[in-house]
């Protein structure tokens, strides 16, 4: 094969992996091959004004087309603004191809002007993080973290690019990376001894994650849910795994505070966790959660997370689609009359109580945000992607646009704020068919606000809304938790946690930005901005006063 420099066959290479876009924000060390971005043929760079943006952007665009991303970033400092938003990558599971420049592995000894340990960097944030150091193997480097970005469990990977190994000739072969295919079953005796545990429980429940969507076994789920009549609660969850409307489907978790899971769950008695870990919160229960005598299962390929931080009963490394698909099977035949019918009768309490709920719900409260989220809800029946950072909002968003459809709804994952500007970004540029609708608190939307101006720069027709309710209001609920567990008198929130002086222009700002932006402040204007953003050709902001 005849020669050319390594940086015009890299991108070759990532054309044959299906990487055709690129994310980034330029440095001098890539130049070169940045220059051969700029040259080559069906591929695509997509600009953002910082690190962060970029990470950000390329995270929705993976979630979105449920394949990797390609992420460019500008040497050590510019790794440095990324990773934050790499942790939200790690711990979501995204499959992003990290690549950063540097000098030249011929400066080395030299410890000039932005040297730094990349790989050191990046390490703590990714699955597999390296160095190519000979012209060689560029492109064998590059196959390898492709694949492991994309072998469950995801995550992003990071590779460093010398300048001088770039412009080496190479004459690598250039093919697609394989990706080993993990659809693998458990043993049928394996998956009967699950249904021996889980079958007799009066009181199931089923606790999932993202593991789920990413096998695509919502419809397995819900049959296993349903022979059982277990309640279903999503724990690391960021994906739609079962349908809102499900009335086994309870909700989340949460993200905080372990004795609210610990409340949730128990009474049960049997325990089928499927997809995730267990558990995620920030102030986690440091005792088992689950009864005594409880029966647990675990499924997930991720054997890592099998019964890492609680002792289960039996642990099965296995496809979650292939194994939930097995275990119905089983108790399709197996379960006893006496028991369909009690399961029989725990799905009917749910789902009469699910009607009388609807029921109470009645009228929205009248407010901006409510009437806005009503009136998109109307004017769209609901067939949109809707990219979820309101954080203390989401339960109102949620009423109104319920997670129904795989591929619908993305939530925030990971504990770091400003994913959701960009993640509707990236997921609008990978469904230009879609309507999709970015929301993010005031707070957050300020760590990447510069993702409208890409959305602009690049033609990406994502809307985006501003839930304003001039702080970080997560904050205050949770320090109002710590004063409770430590019998602290109420009294006024830190001042960090206010946003309200000075007050910020969101819809100034989305103009400055090249997008179209208003503001709402009263319920009838909320009505007139949903026609506005909607009819909108390009980027369009709302912010809407809470």
């Not at 962060?52 to 040497?75: E, F, N, W």
């Not at 659809?183 to 009181?203: H, M, N, T, Y």
């Not at 990219?387 to 009423?399: G, I, M």
Request: hydrophobic share 45%; glycine share 10%; with cysteine.
């Amino acid at each position: 094969m005849e020669a050319t420099p390594g940086r015009e066959r890299l991108i070759e290479q990532f054309k044959a992996d299906g990487l055709n876009v690129m994310f980034g924000n330029p440095g001098t060390v890539e130049q070169g091959f940045l220059d051969a971005v700029d040259a080559a043929e069906d591929f695509r760079y997509v600009l953002a004004l910082q690190e962060t943006v970029a990470a950000g952007i390329a995270d929705g665009y993976a979630r979105a087309t449920g394949g990797a991303a390609l992420l460019q970033l500008h040497s050590g400092v510019g790794l440095g603004n990324g990773i934050g938003m790499l942790y939200q990558s790690l711990r979501g599971h995204t499959p992003l191809v990290v690549v950063a420049g540097d000098a030249g592995v011929r400066y080395d000894a030299m410890d000039a002007q932005m040297a730094s340990d990349l790989v050191a960097m990046a390490r703590p944030v990714t699955k597999y993080a390296t160095r190519v150091t000979d012209p060689r193997s560029v492109l064998r480097t590059v196959r390898r973290a492709v694949k492991i970005a994309l072998t469950p469990p995801r995550g992003p990977v990071f590779v460093a690019l010398p300048m001088d190994v770039l412009d080496e000739l190479n004459s690598e072969p250039v093919l697609p990376a394989t990706v080993p295919l993990t659809d693998v079953a458990p043993s049928p005796a394996s998956v009967g001894r699950a249904a021996e545990l889980l079958a007799s429980a009066e009181r199931p429940v089923v606790l999932v994650g993202d593991g789920v969507a990413l096998s695509g076994a919502q419809r397995e789920l819900a049959a296993v849910a349903e022979l059982l009549g277990a309640d279903v609660y999503e724990v690391d969850s960021s994906e739609v795994n079962i349908a809102a409307s499900h009335p086994l489907r309870r909700g989340q978790t949460g993200h905080m505070f372990g004795p609210h899971s610990k409340e949730l769950i128990g009474d049960a008695d049997g325990v089928l966790i499927v997809g995730t870990y267990v558990f995620p919160e920030v102030f986690p229960e440091l005792e088992s959660p689950f009864r005594d005598g409880a029966k647990v299962v675990h499924i997930d390929l991720n054997a890592y997370e099998i019964a890492k931080n609680h002792p289960v009963d039996l642990g099965l490394a296995a496809d979650p689609r292939q194994a939930l698909r097995a275990l119905a099977g089983v108790l399709e035949r197996q379960l006893t009359p006496q028991r369909r019918a009690a399961a029989a009768a725990r799905l009917d309490v749910r789902t009469r109580e699910q009607v009388r709920a609807a029921g109470a719900a009645g009228e929205d409260d009248g407010t901006p945000m409510a009437v806005f989220l009503r009136t998109l809800a109307e004017r769209t029946g609901g067939d949109l992607i809707v990219f979820d950072e309101a954080l203390t909002t989401s339960p109102l968003v949620t009423r109104y646009l319920p997670a129904e459809r795989p591929g619908d709804y993305h939530l925030t994952r990971g504990g770091s704020l400003g994913v959701g500007f960009p993640g509707a970004v990236g997921a609008k540029l990978a469904r230009p068919d879609r309507l999709v609708v970015g929301f993010a608190g005031d707070g957050g939307s300020m760590y990447t606000y510069q993702a409208l101006w890409t959305a602009a720069r690049h033609g990406i027709d994502a809307k985006f809304v501003v839930c304003n309710n001039r702080k970080y209001r997560l904050l205050d609920d949770n320090i109002a938790q710590y004063w409770r567990e430590r019998d602290i008198p109420e009294h006024g929130f830190p001042s960090s946690f206010d946003l309200s002086h000075p007050e910020i222009d969101f819809a100034g700002l989305a103009r400055s930005l090249g997008a179209g932006g208003m503001r709402v402040e009263k319920p009838d204007e909320a009505v007139a901005a949903v026609g506005r953003m909607l009819s909108h050709p390009g980027p369009f902001l709302v912010d809407v006063q809470i």
